[in-house]
C-alpha cells in the first residue's frame, strides 16, 4: 500500500504538532508540510502534492472555507481530498465546506485510530466519511429558508432512475455494501452506478454527491414535505 501524504492546515501550533505525532506514527501516513492559515495551505498542496489536507476552518489571513475553493477548483490539484477539522462537530460552516468541495468533516476531538482511518477512506476516495453525520448537517441547514439553495431538478436529468436511486441511498448515509445489500447488486455494481452518478453531475466525490441530492430537493430534509 502505498504511504498517504497529509497537509496540515491549522492555526495553532500545538494542535498541528499534536496531530504530525499521531499521523507520523501511522506507516501508512506521512506529514509533508504544516500551513499556519489557508494561504499556506492552498501553497504547500501545490509543492508537496500531498494526497489529504486536514483543514481548519478558521484560520488568519485565509480561512479553510476559501483555502478548500481553492484548492478544489485548481485542475492541477484535483486528486487532493480536503477533510474538515473543526472545534465543533456542527459548524455553521462545515455545509459550505462540502458545498466548496471538501471530503468530509471530523470534530477535532475524534479518536485517533477513528482519524487515521477516516484519512485513509478520504484518500482513496471509496466513501464519504459520518455520511450519516453529514447528511443530517446538510439537511438541517437546508430546512432553514435563507440558506437553502433553489432546488433544480434539470440538473438530474443527465442520471438514469437507477443512478437517481443511488444518489438517494447516498444522500442518506449508505455506503455501497448497504446499497448492494438493499438493491441486491453486487457492491462493485453499486459503486460504478456511484461512480456514473459522480461523472455525470460533476461531483468530486460522495460527498458532493449528497450536496446534489439536498440542493436539487432530490432528498429532503427530515420534517419537510
Not at 465546506?97 to 482511518?117: C, D, M, N, T
Not at 460533476?202 to 454527491?209: E, F, P
Request: net charge negative.
Amino acid at each position: 500500500m502505498s504511504v498517504i501524504r497529509v497537509l496540515l492546515a491549522d492555526d495553532q501550533a500545538l494542535i498541528r504538532a499534536g496531530f504530525r505525532v499521531l499521523l507520523d506514527s501511522s506507516p501508512e501516513l506521512e506529514v509533508v508540510g504544516e500551513a499556519a492559515n489557508g494561504r499556506e495551505a492552498v501553497a504547500l498542496a501545490r509543492s508537496t502534492r500531498a494526497d489529504v489536507v486536514l483543514m481548519d476552518i478558521r484560520m488568519p489571513d485565509l480561512d479553510g472555507l476559501a483555502a478548500t475553493r481553492a484548492i478544489t477548483a485548481d485542475e492541477d490539484l484535483a486528486g487532493v481530498k480536503v477533510l474538515i477539522l473543526t472545534t465543533f462537530e456542527i459548524d455553521e460552516y462545515v455545509f459550505e465546506a462540502l458545498r466548496a468541495g471538501a471530503s468530509g468533516f471530523l470534530g477535532k476531538g475524534v479518536e485517533p485510530a477513528h482519524l487515521i482511518q477516516a484519512i485513509q477512506v478520504i484518500a482513496a476516495g471509496d466513501s464519504l466519511l459520518s455520511p450519516v453525520a453529514t447528511s443530517g448537517l446538510i439537511a438541517r441547514f437546508l430546512a432553514e429558508p435563507e440558506r437553502a439553495a433553489p432546488p433544480a431538478p434539470p440538473a438530474l436529468d443527465v442520471l438514469t432512475a437507477r443512478e437517481r436511486e443511488i444518489v438517494t441511498l447516498v444522500a442518506t448515509g449508505l455506503s455501497n455494501d448497504d446499497i448492494a445489500e438493499k438493491l441486491f447488486v453486487s457492491p462493485l455494481t453499486a459503486k460504478t452506478h456511484v461512480n456514473r452518478a459522480m461523472m455525470k453531475l460533476g461531483a468530486r466525490d460522495r460527498a458532493q454527491l449528497v450536496v446534489v441530492a439536498f440542493q436539487t430537493g432530490l432528498v429532503r430534509p427530515q420534517g419537510t414535505v
